[in-house]
DNA sequence: TTAAATTGACCACAACTGTTGTCAGGTTAA
DNA sequence: TTAACCTGACAACAGTTGTGGTCAATTTAA
């Protein structure tokens, strides 16, 4: 039985529990070892668990990988729909977007490398092509007033590739910069991609 | 002695030539399989020789990726050069840059994807920070005529990020536009990326 | 207390990795 | 022809991988 009580919690409970484990100790792995480093004993070390509960909440090493990023990904487009709700002009929704994304990603790099690198570098999402930039893409790209279908397209892409890389640049600490300064260009880049050239 | 002729060539023709073996099967491997596929065995079994021949000529799998990338840079940057130097307005050398740019990766797509993908997918790139990318930036910061170097920093790291993310989107197949309108756009980003906000 | 459910520590397997070494043949200059 | 050199096919090493299984110990409901 499922609902049968053990050591105080059920046992779904307790399953749940483990699985949210192995999911933070792949986002752990992920963000900072990188691709290389989610292999399922790594993971199991990690969460201290063995692995024989990774199965029990994965049938493959993929699905680890996508769940991680799916969650992250869940946790960022929440934040982003929290911040964008709160204000009212375009201009400001735009800098409270970004600057609600710098902080999730200051507040945890883990995530910002999750979000940005891992859709590029692990397989398990390239191949599938499980990334939510491009879907982030196409949603800048309904904002935008200027040019045909594919003309917006590529602006977005553009966009989005502009703010990948100087997060990214942040991230690694090669681009030292003020974090207001940082929101400040990326709120410029965002409003500045719709424009007439 | 190493310049004894043997079966018509001497023996450092021939190492040189199974060097280029190499890199060719490890460009092959790094531009269609990624980085995980680029391995000792699988580089000697595609350029069908043995790994005795692999330690010949690298000491390491670090040197063979390195090699590669390198080779492709080279590549890359004399094709920019040769473009560059045969316009003489700014406006034209933007186009004719980013023309060739395109014509080589469409030559070949594997070359572009070791070239935008490679330094960030692979450990042996990340690691010692040998990507020509942010060399490429820093070029580009020092042409930019408005703002302090934070400024400049930012726009020409935002300006590569846009066209490494509008390339990678054309050659994966998910940015569906001629030819003609890809140089068109990335030549307008480029123009565009020195201005006053 | 007893029987069932849950846990954790292991082990086994085959496949792969980087790296080095061996050894039987072929090729060439002398 | 002989002796030096070059070549290719492997074997061996210790390591890690994904994925499955076993088994004794613990914890609980009955």
């Known amino acids: 039985m499922a609902g049968r009580s053990w050591a105080g919690t059920t046992l779904d409970d307790r399953k749940a529990a483990r699985r ?16 290389a480093g989610v292999s399922v004993r790594a993971v199991c070390r990690q969460a201290k668990l063995t692995e024989r509960y990774f199965y ?12 991680v990023y799916e ?9 982003l729909v ?16 970004v600057r609600s994304f710098v902080e999730l990603m200051v507040d ?4 910002g490398r999750v979000l940005l690198l891992a859709p590029i570098t692990d397989p398990a999402l390239t191949t599938r092509g ?3 930039l491009p879907s982030f893409a196409e949603l800048v790209s309904g904002q935008l007033s200027h040019g ?5 397209q590529m602006t977005s892409i553009g966009l989005v590739g ?14 030292k910069v003020s974090r207001e300064r940082l929101i400040e260009h990326c709120v410029r880049l965002v409003l500045g991609a719709d424009r007439q050239p």
């Open 162 to 175: 502009a703010l990948s890389n100087v997060f990214i640049a942040y991230l690694d600490g090669s681009l």
């Open 71 to 79: 969650h992250i990904g869940d946790q960022a487009r929440q934040t």
């Open 148 to 152: 045909d279908a594919a003309m917006r």
């Open 82 to 97: 929290d911040a964008v709700s709160d204000a009212a002009e375009p201009a400001d929704r735009a800098k409270a977007a």
């Open 130 to 132: 499980i990334a939510l």
């Open 56 to 67: 029990e909440s994965f049938t493959d090493r993929e699905e680890l990988v996508v769940a």
């Open 20 to 35: 949210e484990q192995l999911v933070e100790a792949g986002l752990d792995l992920l963000g900072t070892q990188g691709s």
């Open 108 to 111: 945890d790099p883990r995530k």
